[in-house]
């Protein structure tokens, strides 16, 4: 089972999160015991700011088994044609969100995505399994 990584999770345990962490931590083990991790450069890029250094981060995010996946061509195309049924629907932001990004990239490389943002996935990315 492959789980890709929302970096809301990481953020809280890596904080970590007063109210967050330790739901994270135990929802990251279980996804951790049962198969294996990756993330994209959205994320890596989000958690760049909470690092003193690239190598620490890269470090840290070997130690946890977390693959760092590029994004891609056809993971571009599906958050652009997902993103154009979400403006066609009347949302209102008028450029691709990262989280289409990593919407689109979970359901093309991964079984499933590790995120606490489990509405905007759940409407946007229905067919994705959302763990937390």
């Known amino acids: 089972m492959i789980t890709f990584v929302d970096t809301n999770v990481l953020l809280d345990i890596f904080l970590p ?10 929802s990251f083990e279980m996804a951790f015991d049962e198969g294996s991790m990756i993330t994209d450069e959205i994320v890596y890029a989000e958690l760049a700011p ?11 995010l070997a ?29 209102r932001r008028k450029s691709v969100l990262v989280d289409f990004f990593i919407g689109a990239h979970a359901l093309n490389r991964a079984d499933r995505l590790l995120t606490r943002d489990r509405g905007f996935y759940k409407k946007h990315f229905g067919s994705l399994e959302i763990l937390y």
Do not use: C, H, M
């Not at 999160?17 to 135990?26: F, I």
């Not at 056809?74 to 049924?85: N, Q, R």
């Open 17 to 26: 999160d007063p109210d967050w962490g330790e739901e994270s931590l135990k």
């Open 63 to 91: 130690s946890l088994g977390i693959q760092v996946v590029p994004l891609g061509l056809d993971t571009a195309y599906k958050a652009g044609l997902i993103w154009k049924e979400y403006r066609a629907a009347g949302g």
């Open 50 to 60: 909470q690092f003193s250094g690239k190598n620490l981060l890269d470090e840290t």
